[in-house]
């Protein structure tokens, strides 16, 4: 059984431009995590869908959004790129509420903001 | 901000030692999780334990949680290199789940 892929790897982009990210959760998994883990520090949550729509978000902008698709694969979107948002980008789908069961995390995708 | 702290942020022990890492919250929770994590890259779930649970066994990491003082402990016993990693806490609370810091374990051969 495959498990959670994201793409890119790395990501480069400049200053002002915008970012696309996106996961596909293990199959079944109907609910996808995006959580933001900029270097040396820990997680920070930044959405969560489930069912196609976003049932909550962490304290980010708005130019962070992102959405999810029938087949229930995930998209992380973000604009206005600044220096800060250089971090490594974990997506994650668990079986159900990820508060009540593990989440399956993907590799990442390290995005470089110049 | 974070709910979980790990305790201490970095820990640095020989090969054959037991290693305990401490995690505390803020709110109530309805589990807490440990993950690890390698070289930053994905995490990988090492054990869930439940509110409503004190004690937790999975081969060589035992997990203990105290509701009445918001903490939990991870204790990784006969550590071995491959243990070197991070280990983050997790509370599984109200419609999402609060990573800590982390605890940076390196287990030297």
């Known amino acids: 059984e495959a498990g959670v892929t994201q793409s890119p790897t790395h990501l480069i982009k400049t200053r002002g431009q915008q970012a696309t990210l996106r996961c596909s959760p293990i199959s079944g998994h109907t609910s996808v995590y995006w959580y933001q883990q900029a270097l040396g520090l820990g997680l920070q949550f930044l959405l969560w869908?489930?069912?196609?729509?976003?049932?909550n978000r962490g304290n980010f902008p708005p130019r962070f959004s992102g959405r999810q698709f029938p087949n229930y694969s995930s998209e992380l979107n973000v604009n206005a790129l600044e220096l800060e948002d250089s971090a490594l980008y974990l997506c994650a789908s668990s079986l159900g509420l990820a508060s009540y069961n593990e989440q399956f995390f993907g590799p990442g995708t390290r995005l470089t903001v110049l | 901000s974070q709910q979980g702290e790990e305790d201490p942020q970095a820990l640095s022990i020989q090969e054959g030692e037991n290693a305990t890492m401490n995690c505390s919250y803020k709110?109530?929770?309805?589990?807490l999780q440990w993950y690890r994590q390698n070289s930053g890259r994905g995490l990988v779930h090492l054990i869930l334990i439940r509110s409503n649970e004190r004690e937790k066994h999975s081969g060589r990491l035992r997990v203990t949680l105290d509701t009445s003082k918001k903490s939990s402990s991870l204790l990784i016993t006969a550590s071995r290199a491959a243990d070197t990693a991070s280990y983050f806490c997790a509370g599984g609370g109200y419609q999402k789940v609060t990573f800590g810091t982390g605890t940076k374990l390196q287990v030297i051969p």
């Open positions: 709110t109530s929770i309805n589990n």
């Open positions: 869908y489930d069912e196609g729509e976003e049932r």
